[in-house]
């Protein structure tokens, strides 16, 4: 028999669906921050096992235009991140090691000096500039975050390189060393949201969502589905926070969303040989290019319309970081070369090529990887979907059915901005103040014919 408090109540003043860390999220705003006192987190599955444990769990503030939304949100959730940090002893690892991008081609380091002054310009911090080396770089601290930089540096003189990064290639020209930024654990992270979501009386129900029904234009009713069992909720408002079911939970409201997935991967390997330094920051590789194969497995590869692809250039912004503690020697590795529109199927399909694609990749930028390609480490590939808007930015608003919400949308960063968008969430739900960036982030953004022009030439959507 299901415990007390799982079965589900006859009426509730909130049901959010999905129980990933938007739903949770919410949950926790509405129910810690907001004093809502009768909320109902849906789940079919454990919470957060769907995308949410998927994610490679960093964090950055920064963020391409065109305007500074995405900065303002980002900067405004990570000062959330770090206020739940503080008042947990840091109970989910936030740290503050930084990205960095780096490029050997002259014309991208051109390119990402510009972008540093935009990004700076537009409130992700300072830029400081080291062309030789004048001593003012700040090393990356493994832990932590209190009293590390904000803002970039950008480093060109090969002495500071060789010293603080000399696991790079030395063709690298420069590198961009965002300081805002790192990672921590999404599952510690979404655990401590609920928990305290629970302890003020949110209830988590183990069930799937069937229907949402409306009576004269607004949300009245759920009804859930457990097993054999059947559950009506009495309810007007209700959140759909369902990940990659966002556009299926909307349908129910008879609502269309403008959203879509992309399949991303990522590759987690022993460092047995310790190439990366375990106090390594995020590493990405700005350039395009193409995989190191010798002669014979080039003529092998180019035999077959199956394997010739791996000969084709592929897109920049492979990346990786260390991930784990003091005896761990993991890294884990990403690269979105494939990342089209698709239809989200789990479990995920297999893609046995990834973990060496990735891995030859990342030897581009950290050769000292090239040691693996005889004998690669076993590894363990996992991934979800990025469900996503055109234009990347994610919807947390109000639906055209009154008393419905949405959080989702969240793409590749829902975990660094879910304590922001639950923010925004919560004050549509209770008739709180949103703050100014709001509009950013709600579906009447396509009402606007000028937003969807500044659409059609959004360029750079930030993803990596
Ligand atoms: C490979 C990879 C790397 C990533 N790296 C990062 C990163 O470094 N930093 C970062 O911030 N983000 C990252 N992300 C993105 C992040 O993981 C997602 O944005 C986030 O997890 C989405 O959370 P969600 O709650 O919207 O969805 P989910 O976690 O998928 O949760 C949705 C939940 O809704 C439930 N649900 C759906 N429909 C129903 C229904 N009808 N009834 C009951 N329950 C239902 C599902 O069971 C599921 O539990 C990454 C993602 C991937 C795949």
């Given at each position: 028999m299901a415990e007390a408090h799982t079965l589900p109540p006859k009426r509730a003043e909130v049901v959010v669906c999905g129980a990933g860390i938007a739903g949770i999220a919410a949950a926790y705003w509405l129910?810690?921050?907001?004093?809502?006192g009768d909320v109902v987190l849906v789940d079919?599955?454990?919470?957060?096992?769907?995308?949410?444990?998927?994610?490679?769990e960093a964090y950055r503030n920064w963020w391409p235009g065109p305007d500074d939304a995405m900065i303002r949100v980002m900067n405004r959730s990570i000062d959330l991140l770090e206020e739940l940090a503080r008042e947990s002893d840091n109970v989910f690892l936030l740290n503050r090691r930084g990205y960095v991008y780096a490029t050997a081609e002259a014309a991208r380091w051109r390119e990402l000096e510009t972008a540093a002054q935009v990004g700076s310009s537009m409130g992700a911090g300072p830029l400081r500039s080291h062309?030789?080396?004048?001593?003012?770089y700040h090393p990356v601290a493994a832990a932590g975050w209190e009293g590390e930089p904000t803002g970039a540096d950008l480093v060109v003189d090969r002495a500071l390189l060789r010293e603080h990064?000399?696991?790079?290639?030395?063709?690298?020209?420069g590198v961009l060393h965002v300081r805002r930024c790192g990672w921590f654990s999404g599952q510690q992270l979404g655990m401590y949201l609920l928990e305290r979501a629970r302890e003020r009386g949110v209830r988590l129900i183990p069930a799937h969502l069937e229907a949402v029904e409306s009576a004269a234009g607004r949300v009245c009713r759920v009804s859930l589905r457990a097993g054999e069992t059947q559950h009506a909720i009495e309810t007007s408002c209700f959140v759909n926070?369902?990940?990659?079911y966002l556009r299926s939970v909307a349908a129910k409201l008879g609502v269309e969303l403008p959203v879509f997935s992309e399949r991303h991967l990522k590759a987690c390997f022993p460092d047995t040989r310790g190439?990366?330094?375990?106090?390594?920051?995020l590493l990405i590789w700005e350039d395009a290019q193409e995989l190191a194969w010798a002669e014979e497995e080039r003529a092998l590869l180019a035999e077959s319309s199956d394997t010739s692809w791996l000969l084709a250039p592929f897109p920049p912004a492979v990346h990786m970081r260390p991930e784990g503690g003091l005896g761990s020697d993991n890294i884990l590795l990403l690269w979105p070369y494939d990342a089209a529109p698709v239809q989200e199927d789990f479990p995920l399909p297999e893609e046995p090529t990834f973990a060496e694609v990735v891995m030859r990749g990342m030897s581009t930028m950290?050769?000292?990887?090239?040691?693996?390609?005889d004998a690669l480490p076993k590894s363990y590939v996992d991934g979800g979907y990025y469900t996503k808007t055109q234009e990347n930015r994610f919807l947390s608003c109000p639906l055209p059915v009154e008393g419905s919400f949405l959080l989702g949308?969240?793409?590749?960063?829902g975990l660094m901005v879910a304590c922001g968008a639950a923010e925004i969430l919560a004050a549509h739900v209770t008739g709180g103040a949103l703050p100014d960036y709001a509009a950013a982030f709600?579906?009447?953004?396509?009402?606007d014919s000028a937003y969807c022009d500044r659409m059609r030439a959004w360029g750079s959507s930030g993803q990596l």
């Open positions: 129910a810690v921050r907001c004093g809502v079919e599955r454990p919470p957060l096992s769907l995308t949410s444990d998927k994610s490679t062309t030789r080396d004048t001593g003012a990064f000399p696991y790079l290639t030395d063709r690298v020209v926070a369902a990940g990659p190439v990366v330094p375990r106090h390594a920051p950290v050769p000292g990887l090239r040691a693996y390609f949308a969240l793409s590749g960063y709600a579906l009447e953004r396509y009402e």
